[in-house]
């Protein structure tokens, strides 16, 4: 349906997106990851057809939409990382304004704002001032304009950035139904790793202006099988300890944890009767032992070497 | 663009602080101006009373009969002399003198009376009167062989005043201003060899055109100001775009697919709107306080509303040019900058500041092209004329002014790449 070819941006001499090949199904539920200053909200505005591309292209059904983006924008729902709204008007007058300029039949447009104000849970405050609603209120009429033509493609950039944890939550849920009751093709971009693993079926890891790895959670996973993550809680820790473990065979890494340590080792090995002797030979004792699954944050920690907030 | 046209009034309007501004300010201004400067000008003027006594010492048939003597003494053709003293019984400078204080304008400021030294000096001492002039013995014969042989003035008329004061001040500015015209028009006389033109009375402060009303510096005040604040109003609605851009608002319309033409007209219309009302608030408020187009006729009203949407037109030619400057400058400071210089040059060049006619005549010209200082004049012309015709030119260039910023406006306006 969407897709980008070697899709690069320039600015200033430094590449903000590099070669970028990305694409989204009809349906899909599509998460671009990454840390601040990956490039993806400048990926983002090439897709909504906001900047031209220093070089490759933007597709919609295999034809580009670098030269002609007025076809992309008519089935375009963009949800800017910003509030794009005017403060000084009421959510309605907003969402008026916007459905009169997306062109929306005078005779629906009524209907429509009704809608979107349902989805986002704002119907009872439709004629307030945005300038007197919470960031978690102004972020949910920031999606609400953005559904008022029926999109297609809903891109969302950092939709939940400083929020209270209630308004994240409806905002996470109204992004599920519209993707799985109204089959909105969704392309979600977020650093809260368990967002987008809530919400997506396929993800794209964004690093300095790249694409590092892409996949289904499953098949981004499967880069770390190789490693057993192993979680321990401890009485007390010390350096002897820790030293003592990292000379193992088949641990890899070793670090200490709030509770204890965190222990990355060959997939299969066994270590935890040599663990417990060696605890005991220091006089601590193991209060907790636990396997842990490995998450898409452990996925990015080990592409990346940093965490998603870094 | 009726959507475009409905938000942008209603940002506007939802923005109080602006619209106070606005609104209020220039009728402040107005108000303060006009308190500062009416006992400089017309009101205060008119409330001067001087009291004058003139002592009339000399006899103008004895004063004829030496200037004759005297010019029967002289090397001089027959037909000249004749000539000479023609013009000298035509003159008669103590007739001249009682009508300058004797005309009706002139009342309305000094009381005159004819009195004896003695009783002219008393009351001059008592308070009673402000001044006395006295046409001093031989004042005919010096004045003609001054005016008409071109001989030094052995006699001028005296004022004699017991304390300076503003009156006895005015008294002597005009006094010595009516000599000097009178002197002045009777050399031109001279030097054309034609018969004498009648002087005419200096009008201190006032200019005067014959088959003319003058305007007040009420009115002037009035219109300058006016015309100033609402050149604002351009620049007020282009800084609009600033928020939309930095809200990225602005980002949210593009995939709108709407047309820049649509955004633009929104934002023009608009300034009409605010320009327009604006002024309509301004002149009814003006004329409510302080009685500034006093005793005028409906056409004068309707010529002025016609000047006022004409000149609102033009300042929303102003949005065409200033909004798409806003979009393609990375700096809001600069673009405030850059419509601050260019709202106050208009300002300056026409005349809302003050009257431009001492500046020289291509500084005059210059600021006559402005939108602000083609309708302060055209408005100060229709006070004084009230002649339609005279009111076409002046809408037809503002038409254009408009039709042009119209035109650049939308040349300047950034494709969506520099946005």
Sequence with gaps: MLETINLSKNFKGKKAVDEVDIYLDEGESVGLLGPNGAGKSTTISIISSLLKPSSGDVKLDGKSIIKNPAEIRKILGVVPQEIALYEELTAYENLKFFGEIYKVKKNILEERIRDVLEIVGLKERQKDLVKTFSGGMKRRVNIAAALLHHPKILILDEPTVGIDPQSRNHILETVRKLNEEQETTILYTSHYMEEVEQLCNRVYIMDHGKVIASGSKSELLSILSSEDTIQVQLSETSDQLIEKIKSFDHVRQVDETDEGIRIISKKGSNILSGLVLAAEKEGIQVTHYQMETPSLEDVFLHLTGKTLRD | ?419
């Design chain 2, 1 to 419: 663009m009726g959507s475009f046209l409905k938000k942008d009034l209603l940002v506007f309007w939802r923005d109080r602080k602006e619209i106070l501004l606005s609104l209020l300010l220039p009728i402040v201004i107005i108000l303060l101006l006009n308190f500062a400067f009416s006992g400089l000008f017309d009101e205060g003027a008119e409330s001067m009373d001087i009291d004058v006594a003139i002592v009339q010492q000399d006899n103008e048939s004895i004063g004829l009969e030496q200037f004759e003597v005297r010019v029967n003494e002289l090397d001089f053709p027959p037909a000249e002399k004749e000539a000479l003293l023609t013009q000298a019984t035509q003159i008669s400078p103590v007739r001249l003198i009682n009508e300058f204080f004797n005309d009706p304008e002139m009342k309305e400021w000094v009381s005159a009376q004819e009195l004896g030294k003695e009783k002219a000096t008393g009351l001059v001492e008592e308070g009673e009167l402000d001044a006395l002039i006295t046409i001093p013995v031989g004042f005919t014969e010096s004045v003609l062989s001054s005016i008409l042989l071109g001989e030094e003035t052995e006699k001028n008329l005296t004022i004699n005043v017991k304390e300076e004061s503003n009156e006895a001040g005015a008294l002597q500015d005009m006094v010595t201003n009516y000599v000097n015209t009178l002197n002045f028009q009777f050399a031109l006389g001279t030097a054309a060899e034609a018969p004498a033109p009648e002087p005419e009375l200096p009008e201190g402060g006032r200019e005067v055109v014959e088959g003319a009303q003058v305007y007040t510096m009420t009115q002037y005040f009035t219109v300058a100001i006016a015309a100033l604040f609402c050149l604002f109003i351009a620049s007020t609605v282009a800084m609009k775009t600033v928020t939309e851009k930095r809200e990225h608002v602005f980002n949210r319309i593009i995939l709108t697919n709407s047309k820049p033409f649509n955004y633009l007209m929104g934002k023009i219309i608009s300034t009409f709107f605010m320009a327009w009302i604006q002024l309509l608030i301004t002149f009814t408020v003006t004329q409510l306080l302080l009685d500034v187009f006093s005793g005028m006729s409906f056409d004068f009203w309707l010529g002025t509303f016609v000047v006022i949407t004409a000149f609102s037109i033009a300042v929303s030619g102003l949005t065409a040019i200033f909004t798409p400057i806003t979009l393609r400058l990375s700096d809001p400071n600069a673009a405030n900058g850059i419509f601050t210089l260019i709202v106050m040059g208009m300002g300056m060049l026409g005349g809302s500041f003050f009257p431009i006619d001492f500046l020289p005549d291509w500084v005059q010209r210059i600021g006559e092209w402005t939108p602000n200082g083609l309708t302060q004049g055209t408005l100060l012309e229709w006070i004084q004329y009230g002649s339609f015709v005279d009111l076409i030119l002046p809408i037809i260039l503002l038409m254009g002014f408009f039709i042009a910023c119209l035109i650049i406006g939308m040349f300047l306006f950034p494709r969506r790449e520099r946005i």
